[in-house]
């Protein structure tokens, strides 16, 4: 299962990728599984040497009945110390953000990939748009000959 913000790169330029783990509790990783997770609002911070996911909604497990957890809470997320310095010495002084590009599994674990990315403005936003439109009409185009 892989859950993908498709919103991402669409309003921000992607300059790098960095994958992280996620700390999760019991039944956050049951629900990440069935696919009840979304991750186009959040964003990640970087506070005391240690990268937060916030504003990630993954929906209550069905099963977990007292055991389930709170759906917005802050997730830790798992770099090296190396990859945090830098992360945090480009988000401070470039102006880059940090966006969850994609959650997936890998080996049973789950895998966020962050994006370093810096904000579109709306022209941009317009020819990513008569971008995506060439390459649907060329992509029509080589179907029928």
């Known amino acids: 299962m892989e859950i993908v913000n498709r919103q991402a790169t669409f309003n ?9 783990g996620i700390v999760l509790k019991g039944t956050e990783i049951k629900s990440i599984r069935a696919g009840k997770c ?5 964003y990640a911070i970087i506070k005391n040497n240690e990268v937060y996911l916030l504003n990630t909604h993954i929906s209550p497990y069905e099963k977990g009945n007292i055991f389930n957890h709170d ?5 830790k997320l798992l770099l090296n110390k190396k990859e945090i310095l830098k992360l945090n010495n ?16 890998v080996k049973g674990r ?5 994006g370093v990315c810096k904000g579109k403005k709306n022209y941009d936003k ?5 971008e995506k439109d060439l390459q649907r009409e060329m992509s029509k185009n080589t179907k029928y000959r």
Do not use: C, H, M, Q
């Open 12 to 20: 921000y330029f992607v300059e790098d990728t960095y994958e992280a």
């Open 38 to 42: 979304n991750i186009k609002d959040s």
């Open 71 to 75: 759906e917005t809470r802050t997730r």
């Open 90 to 105: 480009k988000l401070t002084l470039e102006g880059y953000t940090l966006i969850p590009l994609k959650i997936y599994f």
């Open 110 to 114: 789950a895998k966020v990939l962050l």
């Open 126 to 130: 317009r020819e990513s748009i008569k």
